[in-house]
């Protein structure tokens, strides 16, 4: 079931850039990792029970760098926060929903993630996400 919306990604060119505009916001960074599994450096800012997390390539070949050069800086993906992934990808495909993971894998911040395909949602990457705490 899920339960909140876990973060809003958003892609970003310079990570940098991203935090200051964040920043002038008024947001509070709390931490900025980078997760070499999918060629990215993160930056997340709580706000209320869910947090923006800015999405920056480290490599070419990363999937932010092909999102920002397909549709541009952005919204990249909305996640949902569950309690039990793998029967959520379970259940998922049993209804016919296509996924990018079919098991979960890490994501930033000790979460496990896995990404639906935006074949399957209207263009919307949706990620469910099983936050560490
Ligand atoms: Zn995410």
Redesign the pocket.
Known sequence: MIKKI????IAVKDLDAGIAFYEKLGLVLEAVEEVPSQKVK?AFFPCGDTRI?L?APTAEDSPIAKFIEKKGEGI????FGVDDLPAELTTAEAKGIQLIDKEPRP??HG?D?AFLHPKSSGGVLI?L?KEKH
């Open positions: 876990s973060h809003i990604g993160v997390e999405l990249q993906h909305i996640a994501g930033a979460a993630i990620e996400c």
